[in-house]
């Protein structure tokens, strides 16, 4: 079946704009994860969408950044006023809760990757 | 806060030989995911270990964990250049979001 994608798989921007990244997760998937990665930082986890919850936001780096799923589907993450470090691939996930155990295991789309110049 | 330390982050091994890379975590936790990444690409799912002395297998990658010592390993058998990538451990934070705390990555390269 068909994985998670995201748009656009490139994207290059002059700092200071905005840009919005979307993610299209696993059809029926509860969950929904933003990560960052960059050289310097490694895989560093932005946000969680589950249901109808409210999102765990703890990973943002700022208030530049915000990010919304419509109708528990497709996720944007916005970036505002872009710097130069938010280059970086940005990594969308989502996830099943699965069996008695409960555990999430998330399945990765191909990344954006940002380049602010 | 959970912090997850790889080592080595970097590995260069002749096929045919056997190595592990270790995976170290600060807090407890029974929930921890190894990935492996070829260069451009997103992030592949290998092994999920649910519970104190876990071990899984797949062709010539077996991961296990020890949820007292807080530490997984994977160790390559008989190593062959496809499994040239890197290869990510992450542990679950379990504290709602499911989040995952990844290593910094250990990038193997298989020379023939």
Redesign the interface.
């Known amino acids: 079946g068909a994985g998670v994608s995201q748009s656009p798989s490139n994207k290059v921007t002059e700092k200071g704009k905005d840009v919005e990244l979307r993610c299209d997760p696993i059809s029926g998937h509860t ?1 929904l ?1 933003w ?1 960052r990665q960059s050289l310097g930082q ?4 932005l946000i ?1 969408f ?1 249901g109808n919850s409210a999102p ?1 936001k ?2 943002l780096p700022s208030d530049r950044f915000s990010a919304e799923r419509t109708g528990g589907s497709v996720s944007t993450l916005t970036i505002q006023r872009t710097q130069q470090e938010d280059s970086a691939v940005y ?1 969308c ?1 989502s ?1 099943l809760m699965v069996g008695l ?1 409960g ?9 954006t990757r940002l380049t602010v110049t | 806060e959970l912090k997850v330390e790889q080592n080595p982050l970097f590995l260069s091994m002749q096929e045919g030989k056997n190595y592990t890379i270790y995976c170290n975590y600060s807090t407890t936790s029974d929930r921890l995911y190894w990935y492996r990444q070829d260069p451009g690409k997103s992030l592949e799912s290998l092994f999920v270990l649910l519970s104190n002395g876990a071990v899984k297998q797949e062709g010539r990658l077996m991961a296990s964990l020890d949820t007292k010592a807080r530490l997984s390993t994977l160790h390559i058998t008989a190593a062959v250049h496809d499994l040239s990538a890197t290869y990510f451990c992450a542990v679950d934070t379990q504290g709602g979001s499911e989040k995952l705390v990844f290593g910094k990555g250990t990038k193997l390269t298989v020379n023939p």
């Open positions: 969950a994860y990560y490694g895989l560093e986890f969680y589950q765990d703890s990973g990594l996930a996830s155990a555990f999430y295991e998330q399945y990765f789309g191909p990344g």
